[in-house]
């Protein structure tokens, strides 16, 4: 990747790589690479202000184990690892196909939303899950992607791996909207 379009996270201090004033420094508790630049990204957003610590990171994720691997607004794609917990698991003692997609989602919705201006959000309209093997207990990794950013319409997809093999894809529409308080 290279240099002019890469700020690196580091615990605790952040570290800029960037000599065109690209943007932006996250990360109060990560370990993260995110590449960025100016044009796709809104500081104020939701997503931007969860990552500094001046949002609350979303119950769902933090029930998921979300661990922020990568964000790349200009390409549309977010990766993350989540937690399979024993918790999820079904009666043969595989993750249920609910946690399998909550997780997709919660890889695709970031790869939108970190091309959000400050207010919008975008609840999805249609989630479609495959599921190709089944998901032990442990990391799995998930990575999203959006396919096409329309007006206020946009196509995203999915998949989850866990050891290198995949355990799902998704699809999912999005619209985006203005927060309303």
């Known amino acids: 990747m290279p240099a002019d379009i890469v700020y690196q996270y ?3 201090e952040v ?3 960037n000599n065109q004033g690209c943007l932006y420094a996250i990360a109060k508790n990560l370990n993260v690479n995110i590449s960025i630049k100016g044009e796709f990204v809104d500081k104020n957003a939701f997503f931007w202000q969860i990552q500094e610590g001046h ?3 979303p119950a769902a994720a933090i029930t998921l184990g979300i661990n922020f691997l990568r964000a790349d607004p200009e390409a549309g794609v ?5 937690e399979g917990k024993k918790e999820f698991t079904n009666p043969v003692g595989n993750i249920q196909g609910g946690f399998l997609s909550a997780m997709l989602d919660e890889t695709m ?3 939108l939303a970190t091309r959000l201006a400050e207010g919008e ?3 999805t309209l249609n989630l479609n899950v495959q599921f190709f093997s089944p998901a032990k207990v442990g990391r799995l990794h ?3 992607r959006v396919e096409q950013h329309g007006g206020s319409i946009c196509y995203l997809s999915g998949k989850l ?3 290198g093999r995949i355990v799902a894809t998704a699809t999912a529409t999005a619209v985006i909207r203005k927060f309303q308080a």
């Open 10 to 12: 580091r615990l605790p």
């Open 15 to 17: 570290d800029k790589i």
């Open 55 to 57: 949002l609350p990171q």
């Open 78 to 82: 977010f990766e993350a690892e989540f």
């Open 109 to 111: 919705g970031p790869a």
């Open 121 to 123: 959000f975008a609840p």
């Open 142 to 144: 998930g990575v999203g």
């Open 161 to 163: 791996f866990q050891d």
